[in-house]
T-cell receptor, first 115, second 111 residues
Framework: DTAVSQTPKYLVTQMGNDKSIKCEQNLGHDTMYWYKQDSKKFLKIMFS???????INETVPNRFSPKSPDKAHLNLHINSLELGDSAVYFC??????????????FGEGSRLTVL | DAKTTQPTSMDCAEGRAANLPCNHSTISGNEYVYWYRQIHSQGPQYIIHGLKNNETNEMASLIITEDRKSSTLILPHATLRDTAVYYCIVRVGSGNTPLVFGKGTRLSVIA
């Protein structure tokens, strides 16, 4: 069983469209994250949610709207896609509890290409 | 911003030990040193972490200096599959603080 799964793995779309990427974790974690990795390979945190509550929003444009229907899911919806949104988006999860190691588990990434 | 400094790239002969250094001179008392790696086109993978003591697991060893201002990740017998970008990250051990990635070290294992 895949611990952190993202769909779709590849997404090609036109500028101006709206698209969503879904993420699910089956590890029982209470915190989930979205990271963006651009063409220069820098990995940057976008959002983090703890128990469905948004706790970090790293100055991401409001065209990006994360939604966490429950602790096991964190979806990313992007409106009015721009060329600069082309990147690989990684979902991750961790357990924030006091006894945890703080290890993050990452999904395999969703490669978004905006034409 | 990342609180660590790593060399941009390193080479290692297959079968030899790979020693990847990391400087974290501003590390706080409650921050751990984490190592992750990213093999091409895959999600980052946890390797090891430590606070003060040296640590070892099935993947690697982590040596942290006594003043905690630097550390070294050791892959004892590097294989071609260890070719990846290795990230050294300092972070509090628990809670919901995200990892802040720097540029990492691109390790190339050569046959």
């Amino acid at each position: 069983d895949t611990a952190v799964s993202q769909t779709p793995k590849y997404l090609v779309t036109q500028m101006g469209n709206d698209k969503s990427i879904k993420c699910e974790q089956n590890l029982g974690h209470d915190t989930m994250y979205w990271y963006k990795q651009d063409s220069k390979k820098f990995l940057k945190i976008m959002f983090s949610y703890n128990n469905k509550e948004l706790i970090i929003n790293e100055t991401v444009p409001n065209r990006f709207s994360p939604k966490s229907p429950d602790k096991a899911h964190l979806n990313l919806h992007i409106n009015s896609l721009e060329l600069g949104d082309s990147a690989v988006y990684f979902c991750a999860s961790s357990f924030a509890g006091g006894a945890s190691t703080g290890e993050l588990f990452f999904g395999e990434g969703s490669r978004l290409t905006v034409l | 911003d990342a609180k660590t400094t790593q060399p941009t790239s390193m080479d290692c002969a297959e079968g030899r030990a790979a020693n990847l250094p990391c400087n974290h001179s501003t590390i706080s008392g409650n921050e751990y040193v984490y190592w992750y790696r990213q093999i091409h086109s895959q999600g980052p993978q946890y390797i090891i972490h430590g606070l003060k003591n040296n640590e070892t697991n099935e993947m690697a060893s982590l040596i942290i200096t006594e003043d905690r201002k630097s550390s070294t990740l050791i892959l004892p017998h590097a294989t071609l599959r260890d070719t990846a970008v290795y990230y050294c990250i300092v972070r509090v051990g628990s809670g919901n603080t995200p990892l802040v990635f720097g540029k990492g070290t691109r390790l190339s294992v050569i046959a």
